[in-house]
């Protein structure tokens, strides 16, 4: 993307996320998912690395132009004792500014084996169009 241009998604907050800054309910370390942001002449996509976490325990939250992402992960099998972990579970979160191109009445999301896809479909007067010569 041009960088005068607009921007249809764009990344609010990039870091880990402090102990302090979390919700008072929440247990554990909060890590920031790897994502990959894909755009065509129809959408831009956005697909989230969530490791762990299953479809229940993923919520998705729009409001005044920032799309904020949190999920938590259970562990696997909690009779097991731990002897050696190079694995910290833990929750996810991160937030995106949507632009005024992205019709944010139409964005869709689909999980499939860890991985969040969100779909953000471009509002019609943003998208491409052929003008016909008469």
């Known amino acids: 993307m041009a960088e005068n241009r607009t921007k249809d998604l764009e990344v609010v907050e990039k870091k880990p996320i402090a102990a302090s800054e979390g919700e008072p309910t929440r247990e554990g370390v909060i890590w920031v ?3 990959d ?9 956005l ?11 993923v919520s998705v939250d729009v409001r005044e132009g920032v799309l904020t992402l949190t999920a938590t992960v259970e562990p696997a099998n909690r009779s097991w004792r731990s002897v050696y972990s190079e694995y910290e579970v833990g929750g996810y ?8 191109r992205v019709d944010q009445d139409k964005i869709s999301a689909q999980m499939d084996h860890g991985v969040l896809t969100l779909a953000f479909p471009k509002a019609e007067r943003h998208k491409p169009r052929r003008i016909e010569i008469r």
Do not use: H, S
């Open 47 to 57: 697909r989230v690395d969530l490791p762990g976490v299953r479809r229940e325990n």
């Open 93 to 100: 979160a991160r937030k995106f500014a949507l632009g005024d």
């Open 33 to 35: 998912p790897q994502v």
């Open 37 to 45: 942001i894909l755009e065509d002449a129809e959408a831009v996509t």
